[in-house]
């Protein structure tokens, strides 16, 4: 089992930046790839961004090319997700993820066996 905790969501203008942190617990952190995923209102759960177990590969929706960065620290059993450029779309409940699948970032869900509980970001405009 991997227990993962978001952090860092909150209310920003739009035009700002914020930094989501996961932090994980349980079995060894750098046998999965991490990624983050989104949900807002009325909507479907989407991928918005992977990182390997290495930190070696990444991979970003197109939405957030170019202003969000994922990044991770092995040693502290942490991935992060820079927000740059907010824009009211981006407002979405914003999720941690853990896939087995050790080196191939995955862009569906059910690809990804563990998840955090979520954390709110809102943009307003």
């Known amino acids: 089992q991997v227990q993962l905790v978001e952090s860092g969501g909150g209310l920003v203008q739009a035009g700002g930046s914020l930094r989501l942190s996961c932090a994980a617990s349980?079995?060894?952190?750098?046998?999965?790839?991490m990624g983050w995923f989104r949900q807002a209102s009325g909507k479907e759960r989407e991928f918005v961004a992977g990182?390997?177990?290495?930190?070696?590969?990444?991979h970003y929706a197109d939405s957030v090319k170019g202003r969000f960065t994922i990044s991770r620290d092995n040693a502290k059993n942490t991935v992060s997700l820079q927000m740059n450029s907010l824009k009211p779309e981006d407002t979405a409940v914003y999720y941690c993820?853990?896939?087995?699948?050790?080196?191939?970032?995955?862009?569906?869900?059910?690809?990804?066996?563990?998840w955090g509980q979520g954390t709110q970001v809102t943009v307003s405009s």
């Open positions: 993820a853990a896939d087995r699948s050790y080196n191939v970032v995955h862009i569906t869900s059910t690809n990804y066996d563990y």
């Open positions: 349980g079995r060894t952190f750098t046998n999965y790839v």
């Open positions: 990182i390997t177990w290495s930190g070696g590969t990444t």
